[in-house]
């Protein structure tokens, strides 16, 4: 057993030493950060709820790797997000700009919301006019005074014992 061990132990320092840092993503740590930068900015048209710069899927590894050549051709931030807003529209931006063709994106939200408060306040209208308030009788009166009376006297009794 000490020397299933002992080996186990071997095999993973030696995993450990072996391993390297990882890799940077561009030769310039400037060029990285103006990509992170413009990415960041922008949405993941696959996950759609989360940045460019931080989706895993291989569309948004298309696109920084799109935006890096970009950035290295010395296009400006600028350019190369209307080159994407070009290509993919202003959906890809996180906060796209307000024009007649995305008030939809900036005004739905609300009326989406309006709706459903107007909707809740004509439900719960609705609802208390369709309760009826219905009166009791002199009898049925008399009916719950004896049974309360009733159950009274059993509690009064239960608690003699």
């Known amino acids: 057993m ?7 132990t071997s095999v993973l320092f030696l995993h450990i030493a ?14 990285e950060q103006r990509l992170i930068t413009i990415s960041e900015e922008m949405r993941c048209l696959v996950c759609q709820n989360e940045s460019l710069a931080g989706s895993r899927s291989d569309l948004a590894n298309d696109l920084r790797r ?9 296009k400006s931030d600028e350019q190369i997000r209307s080159f ?5 529209g202003d959906f890809v931006l996180y906060r796209p700009p307000v024009k007649p063709i995305t008030w ?4 739905g939200p ?6 459903g408060i107007a909707f809740l ?13 219905k009166t009791l009788s002199p009898e049925d009166n008399q009916k719950i005074d004896a049974l309360l009376n009733t159950l009274g006297k059993n509690d009064r009794n239960d608690s003699n014992v």
């Not at 072996?18 to 060029?31: F, H, S």
């Not at 306040?121 to 308030?133: E, I, K, V």
């Open 2 to 8: 000490k020397h299933l061990f002992l080996a186990l």
């Open 18 to 31: 072996y391993a390297n840092d990882a890799a940077p993503l561009a030769d310039d740590p400037v060029t």
């Open 66 to 74: 799109e935006i890096r050549t970009l950035i290295k051709e010395g």
């Open 84 to 88: 994407m807003v070009d290509r993919y």
């Open 104 to 107: 939809l994106l900036w005004i």
């Open 110 to 115: 609300f009326v989406i919301l309006v709706i």
């Open 121 to 133: 306040f004509s439900y719960l209208r609705r609802r208390n006019t369709l309760a009826s308030t």
